[in-house]
């Protein structure tokens, strides 16, 4: 009776031990999330920059900038620059917040996984960084025009955007599960390869990347032949594509912007559309050869889709903040809508790719 005894007292300190180690990892996240969602009150809260000319003066937000493009037609894009600069960042931080509060708990609840799900989800759709990159662009480009003052609001954006990026550092949604089976014991299941899985939702999801590149592919032919911005003074008025905006970057002197845009808005659009091909190719044929690269590539696509989005955010900074009628004023151009539609495809496309696809014929082979 004493052994028994002196065992459960053993395997009570060990959980405890395991608790306070769980408690102490979430401390960090923790307080990073509480940090980042004070600093997205005050980003979108406060004014990001205003901009003056001639005794008049105009500034914005960033919902601001959505709701610009909202006003001038763009019901589509201003939806798309409010869901990925506003409300995925602040579903995010709100998701690991409960996520990381809940974790605390035990047992922990049944539904922290899908919690968890849907916060890594959210990551993967906000964009503080592009945006912020964006405003830069933005700046640049109308500095020119008229003098521009950085806003509480800009330097707060600044700090979120570190935030942001520290968080999934030392808070991975995808480990939830793995804290959760340390503290329950797992149920038995059959020993066998965990890669080779029933194959009948691949099909669907080959057609379905197919589909998405395919549209993507057409919506990037007017995304850069049609103008992307309009912008108006009292004398003139010039319209600007994609390419013609990385030109005017290059030969006004901020050429490292300008090779960001290049690559962010031409090069990365090309790569992924060829990428995402390559890979659907080589998973119809079979093929085993540099599966380790082809999985990279994968991870590679998913990780840059979203900086297309840069001149998207361009277009609504400098709308928004260009409404100086009649002196200055600027619209967006009928590009836009299609060049946010080839970035929100590739990424829908690559997140559509099942990974499977890659492995299988080597799962099948040594199944």
């Not at 798309?80 to 974790?103: D, R, S, T, W």
């Amino acid at each position: 009776m004493a052994v028994y005894d002196g065992a459960m007292n053993r395997a009570e300190s060990m959980e405890l031990q395991c608790r306070l180690a769980d408690s102490r990892s979430l401390q960090r996240p923790l307080a990073l999330a509480v940090a980042a969602a004070l600093m997205f009150v005050v980003a979108n809260t406060a004014t990001l920059m205003s901009l003056s000319a001639a005794g008049r003066t105009a500034g914005t937000t960033i919902a601001g900038a959505a709701y610009e493009m909202w006003r001038q037609g763009y019901e589509a894009t201003a939806a798309a620059v409010l869901f990925c600069a506003v409300l995925a960042p602040a579903g995010f931080i709100v998701l690991a917040l409960a996520v990381l509060l809940a974790a605390r708990r035990r047992p922990a609840p049944a539904w922290l996984p899908r919690l968890a799900g849907w916060a890594g989800f959210l990551r993967h759709w906000a964009m503080p960084e592009v945006m912020l990159l964006g405003v830069l662009v933005a700046l640049v480009k109308i500095a020119g025009l008229a003098a521009v003052t950085p806003g509480i609001g800009l330097y707060a954006a600044g700090a979120l955007v570190v935030l942001v990026a520290a968080l999934p550092q030392v808070f991975d949604p995808r480990e939830i599960p793995t804290r959760i089976a340390r503290a329950a014991p797992a149920p038995r299941r059959a020993a066998g390869p965990a890669l080779v899985q029933p194959a009948s939702g691949r099909p669907a999801s080959v057609q379905r990347t197919w589909a998405l590149i395919i549209a993507a592919a057409i919506c990037y032919v007017p995304a850069n032949a049609l103008p992307v911005l309009t912008s108006n003074t009292i004398v003139s008025s010039q319209s600007d594509t994609i390419l013609s905006g990385v030109i005017y970057l290059f030969a006004s002197g901020t050429w490292p912007l300008g090779l960001i845009v290049l690559v962010a808005s031409v090069m990365i659009p090309i790569g992924k559309l060829g990428a995402l091909s390559y890979l659907l190719i080589g998973a119809r044929r079979g093929a085993t050869d540099h599966l380790r690269e082809r999985a990279r590539l994968l991870r590679v696509v998913e990780f840059i889709g979203r900086w297309s989005m840069l001149d998207v955010f361009v277009v609504a900074f400098v709308t928004a903040l260009l409404q100086l009628q009649p002196l200055l004023w600027a619209q967006p151009g009928p590009g836009v809508p299609f060049f946010a539609a080839v970035v929100i495809l590739t990424m829908l496309a690559a997140r559509s790719f099942d990974e499977r696809l890659i492995w299988g014929a080597r799962g099948a082979r040594h199944g």
